[in-house]
């Protein structure tokens, strides 16, 4: 089950930020005996790879803090992050031990489906929220949100790798941060149709 977990807190980050875990799953397979990659995923300990990954990352922290920029990069992004997601859950073995499951690991796709999905519902909200916070501040909160999303992937990388039963926790509280920011998104736009609709006075 730590498997799964593991799986799970990766593929969140990677929702976040597509880069950061693959980094760290590539870096830790690498210099550490906590990630073992499976057969298929050796690619993702090459340092070449990684160096291409690193510069990839960097592009992505510089254009995510920008007004405007961000929304186009998480537009591309839409398709980097689910695939990043997908990448980061099967290469940690999670889905061949979920649960020690014959099934899953004669069907590696299952484990390509939950990252997706996890990190695709990751960069939904992200997606959603950042326009309004963008307007909202005059596009201060760009980089100062951008940040924290970093900082969170990287953290929840970790927290993943070293203490997978912790991802439960932060799973709940970003789950618990979603609902609320998708609270204050509809009614951000709820005021704005509303002002829209009063003839100026």
Known sequence: MLAALTGLGLSTAAGLNAYIPLLVVGVLANVTDSVRLPDGYSWLSNWGVLAVIAVL????????????????NDAIQTVVRPASGGVVFSATNAAAELDHSTWMAENPWAGWLLG???ALAV??????????????TAGVGAPVVSTAEDAGSLGMSLIAVFLPVLVVVVLLLLAVLAWWLLR???????????????PPG
Do not use: C, F, Q
């Open 57 to 72: 990352l960097v592009a992505e922290m510089v254009l995510d803090k920008v007004p405007a920029v961000d929304s186009v």
């Open 116 to 118: 997706i999905v996890m």
């Open 123 to 136: 960069h939904t909200v992200k997606s959603v929220a950042r326009p309004v916070v963008n307007v909202s």
């Open 184 to 198: 204050r998104v509809r009614r951000y736009r709820a005021r704005r149709r509303a002002a829209r609709g009063h």
